[in-house]
């Protein structure tokens, strides 16, 4: 059964950084494209970040570009949002997403970005 378990969420000033974490089992990431996706209240759902092959070529979202980074620990079989230089924009629940021939989501993690 495959689970994907995200962590790292919280309340952040504007201009601070958090580190989001997502843990999978029952499949083995990198054998996969994943991203992050993220939904704010009243908005659809959007891509954050995503490693567009398991081979790991990144593609950002531009309201995202330079500010975030995706990476993975194959070792650990997790996935990583690094993200700085918070705005209030940024508010949203993020969810860990695989894609493979069924797409996967965990349960998502709430960021809140706010003074």
């Known amino acids: 059964q495959v689970q994907l378990v995200e962590s790292g969420g919280g309340l952040v000033q504007p201009g601070g950084s958090l580190r989001l974490s997502c843990a999978a089992s029952g499949l083995t990431l990198s054998r996969y494209a994943m991203s992050w996706y993220r939904q704010a209240p009243g908005k659809e759902r959007e891509m954050v970040a995503t490693?567009?092959?398991?081979?790991?070529?990144?593609n950002y979202a531009d309201s995202v570009k330079g500010r975030f980074t995706i990476s993975r620990d194959n070792a650990k079989n997790e996935v990583y949002l690094q993200m700085n230089s918070l705005k209030p924009e940024d508010t949203a629940v993020y969810y860990c997403?695989?894609?493979?021939?069924?797409?996967?989501w965990g349960q998502g993690t709430e960021v809140t970005v706010s003074s």
């Open positions: 490693f567009t092959t398991a081979g790991g070529k990144t």
């Open positions: 997403n695989v894609q493979t021939r069924v797409a996967y």
